[in-house]
């Protein structure tokens, strides 16, 4: 790997803005590295280097006038490809938008290019965010960087790999039921699913409206600071974003959680859990402890409803949002229908992979006359009381511990004929998106084999400062965080 590749960003930053590198050479050098080594992982779907070589002589100008520079200025980034971008290929990773060019940008990009981001391009997901593996990918799985015969996560899997792999110092993805936190548990890096309502979602391409939200990815706890720092806040946009101040996160990092009270919700420990992530888990517990923070046992009784609320309510919004792409309005349109309602179905047919296919056909299902009360309003009572046991723990404690995922990662095709046990991998990260909650994962640990073991910190409602300091109190104590791939 290339030197400069190796760096975070606030290293890279700092390069930058005291004039020792330029946005030219350190962009040229990634698009060099990405070249040479994203093959064999396959994260990338879309790259633009001559967009991303114009974008950096403009960070050059912009930093030698001294004038407006960020902790992104000048920084190459690059982004999951459900995020709309201006004059860029948005596939979302299926067929039935492969040749969609938006002529927009969505807010959050929008942000990223006025702080002065250079974007060198867009990175692989499972189709339209569903999928705990990132082998649901129409352009082909992506591997993980510490094992390319094992997934790297889903549905941010492209994200997480390429931080990993050091193809890009910080990346975004969005989280609906874990695509953020699981991916970066399986990849060995830090990733961030804010409060619902943090981060604008306009420009995201929907998948369930209710639980989907941004989150930044990075090698450590201030790069992550810093990611979010740039994209938070109110957008006019988007109504469900909430009006309340964005805090300095970088500022917040201060390493002291003394006086802080931590939870351990016991229906997290349960049967069926790897012992070397519950190890890890409860050793991370025992860092905080030794920092000067109070650990409690605390209960979360509803928990055990939360994947099957999850798999009720997000395939019934993702079958809403998704009945836009009829060929005619929307996405890929049959070029052999012979009338209007075979051209709805051949598109959709020949556009949407399986996993996508089988989701719909439940979201259609449970909100089916007659079905309806019976499964999804269900599921909707079922959130709230789900909500109700966190706001109830909360009374108690000011952040709680947990596991990302059951397992370490696995091996691609595994799981991918078995979708109950695919789906059981996100059964620790869901109840966050059901309350609409700020969750981070962390290194934590790694495995007799050498793999990465992933902790999550689960926060109140816009407390992901509390959440960061405590995830870089944690971190500035362990080394964990240091762990990189071995390079082929």
Known sequence: ?????????????????????????????????????????????????????????????????????????????????????????????????????????GTVVAKLKASGAVMTGKLSMDEFAMGSSNEFSAFGPVKNPWDRSLTPGGSSGGSAAAVAAGLTPVSLGTDTGGSVRQPAAFCGVVGLKPTYGRISRYGIIAFASS??????????????????GAVAGHDELDATTIPAPVPDYAASLTGDVRGKTVGVPREYFVEGIDPEVESAVRAASDVLARLGAKVIDISLPHTRYSLACYYIIAPAEASANLARYDGVRYGHGSRNAKDLDALFSDSRTEGFGPEVALRIVLGTYVLSSGYYDAYYL???????????????????????????????????????????????????????????LPGLSMPCGVTKSALPIGMQLIGRPLEEAELLNMAYAYERATEWHTKVPVED
């Open 1 to 105: 790997m290339r030197e400069l590749c190796k760096k975070g960003l606030a290293q890279l930053a700092e390069l930058l803005k005291g004039r020792k590198i330029s946005s030219v050479e350190l962009t040229r050098e990634y698009l060099a590295e990405i070249e040479e080594r994203d093959p064999s992982i396959n994260s990338f779907v879309t790259l633009c280097p001559e967009a991303a070589m114009e974008a950096a002589k403009a960070a050059d100008a912009r930093l030698a006038r001294g004038e407006g520079a960020t902790a992104l200025t000048g920084v190459p980034i690059a982004i999951k490809d459900i995020f709309v971008t201006k004059g860029v290929r948005t596939t979302c990773c299926s067929r039935i938008l492969e040749n969609y060019v938006p002529p927009y940008d």
């Open 211 to 228: 639980l989907d939200q941004v989150g930044p990815m990075a090698r450590d706890v201030r790069d992550c600071a810093a990611m979010l």
């Open 378 to 436: 269900k599921a909707r009572k079922a959130r709230t009381l789900i909500k109700g046991d966190f706001l109830e723990a909360f009374k108690e404690c000011d952040a709680i511990i947990a596991p990302v995922t059951p397992t370490p990662p696995f091996r691609l095709g595994e799981k991918i004929d078995d979708p109950i046990r695919m789906y059981l991998n996100d059964i620790f990260t869901i109840p966050v998106n059901l309350a609409g």
